[in-house]
């Protein structure tokens, strides 16, 4: 059901492959979500010792892909040498937030 204005609830849903091969599909309002930012801002903090920092991003990855976090984690260490490193999901993500932005436009 549309609401006031027409404008849908349905979210619009962001289909790509980054460099690596790896297919994802996103919500498209995640990068506006304030969660987001909350996450990558503590991701970015020096001050934060490197647990609080993973956390952080197990926090974004979770709300980016919800229980399918496993599986993205899975999809990136096949296409990084077995390995799901800080720097390879780091990478991965970044692709999907540019792929979404430049959809999104």
Do not use: C, W
């Not at 926090?59 to 229980?67: A, D, K, R, Y």
């Amino acid at each position: 059901m549309a609401e006031k204005g027409g404008k849908s609830n349905k979210p619009k849903i962001i289909k790509g492959t980054t460099s690596s091969g790896l297919k994802f599909q996103i919500n498209s309002e995640i990068r506006e979500d304030t969660r987001t930012l909350l996450y990558l801002t503590k991701m970015q903090k020096k001050t934060l010792d490197p647990l609080e920092q993973s956390a952080a991003l197990f926090e974004l990855l979770t709300l980016v892909f919800g229980q399918d976090v496993e599986i993205f984690m899975n999809e990136v260490a096949y296409r990084h040498g077995g390995v799901a490193s800080t720097e390879a999901l780091i990478a991965e993500l970044k692709e999907i937030f540019d792929a979404a932005k430049l959809k999104n436009s």
